[in-house]
């Protein structure tokens, strides 16, 4: 099972400021099948980029997702109010099981 | 447009069964691997179980394996969770969800449904 550990476990900024969120593999994950999700307090989760640096239907291009193998990234570069929230990294491999990452928090600093 | 709406979560002891189902319109659902995903409060997201799209191969996390079967009714639109000797550590928000759009990531989610085990 490939477990995606996520840090830091809250990034503390200011709106306007830059976000970087990291999520890292125990092994070797295909580009393809790494996403990323955006979580507000009561909602479902939203999918924001998928194969590791596309965005997803609707997503601001302040959003972009960049790395490979072990280590991805998710970058915000200008913080909206509406940017606050839980961020998850997931994987789906060439087998089960999917997993996801614990998560990072985003808050106002 | 296309929606998933699951329903039949609720309260329950420890040991005791419960069905949740997630019905789905506005796509071709017999075309779409269906997932299950929950998440419990205050934790993160955890991946449970899927099925194909007969019905053919299903999957599960470990910690459910046994206990848990997930169904389909291609006929109805409707994914099934049947949940039996439940634990207080099942407690969660039950999410249906599918890679809708070619993306191999998950699209579409339902709204979820709770599932609390307590005596």
Not at chain 1, 22 to 37: E, P
Not at chain 1, 69 to 92: H, K, M, W
Not at chain 2, 59 to 65: C, G, P, R
Request: one cysteine or more; glycine letters at 12%; proline letters at 4%.
């Amino acid at each position: 099972e490939i477990v995606l550990t996520q840090s830091p476990g809250t990034l503390s900024l200011s709106p306007g400021e830059r976000g970087t969120l990291s999520c890292r593999a125990s092994q070797s994950v295909s580009s393809s099948y790494l996403a990323w999700y955006q979580q507000k307090p009561g909602q479902a989760p939203r999918l924001l980029i998928y194969g590791a640096s596309s965005r997803a239907t609707g997503i601001p291009d302040r959003f972009s997702g960049s790395g490979s193998g072990t280590d991805f990234t998710l970058t915000i570069s200008r913080l909206e109010p509406e940017d606050f929230a839980v961020y998850y990294c997931q994987q789906y491999g060439s087998s089960p099981p999917l997993t996801f990452g614990g998560g990072t928090k985003v808050e106002i600093k | 447009q296309v929606q998933l709406v699951e329903s039949g979560g609720g309260v329950v002891q420890p040991g005791g069964s419960l069905r949740l189902s997630c019905a789905a319109s506005g796509f071709t659902f017999s075309n779409y691997v269906m997932h299950w995903v929950r998440q419990a409060p205050g934790k993160g997201l955890e991946w449970v179980t899927f099925i194909r799209y007969d019905g053919s191969n299903k999957y599960y996390t470990d910690s459910v394996k046994g206990r848990f079967t997930i169904s389909r009714d291609n006929s109805k639109n409707t994914l099934y969770l049947q949940m039996n000797s439940l634990r207080a550590e099942d407690t969660a928000v039950y999410y249906c969800a599918i890679f809708h759009g070619g993306s191999l990531a998950f699209d579409i989610w339902g709204q979820g449904t709770m599932v609390t085990v307590s005596s």
